[in-house]
């Protein structure tokens, strides 16, 4: 193990978080094939969403609570590289 990635205190989680956890991926997995189709339609800025949301949702059903910091955006003008 990495040093700082997790410290010998960390919370350990109750076994049956554990199991809705994991049910809660195996959904997530299950919607994700299910919206495939209507991703391959999708076009511009209603497919971008609807995947967006589609990985946003492994995180949150694995427990894990996500900071973002800076813009939602790659490569925005004040970053660009020439």
Do not use: K, N, Y
């Not at 995947?51 to 694995?62: H, K």
């Amino acid at each position: 193990m990495r040093p700082g990635c997790f410290s010998a205190d960390t919370p350990q989680v109750a076994f049956i978080r554990r199991v809705i956890r994991v049910i809660a991926l195996l959904g997530v997995l299950v919607l994700a094939v299910l919206i495939v189709p209507v991703v391959l339609v999708r076009r511009g800025q209603a497919r971008l969403r609807l995947v967006r949301g589609a990985f946003r949702l492994v995180p949150r059903a694995a427990g894990i609570r996500l900071e973002i910091h800076g813009t939602d955006r790659f490569g925005d003008s004040a970053t660009r590289v020439r």
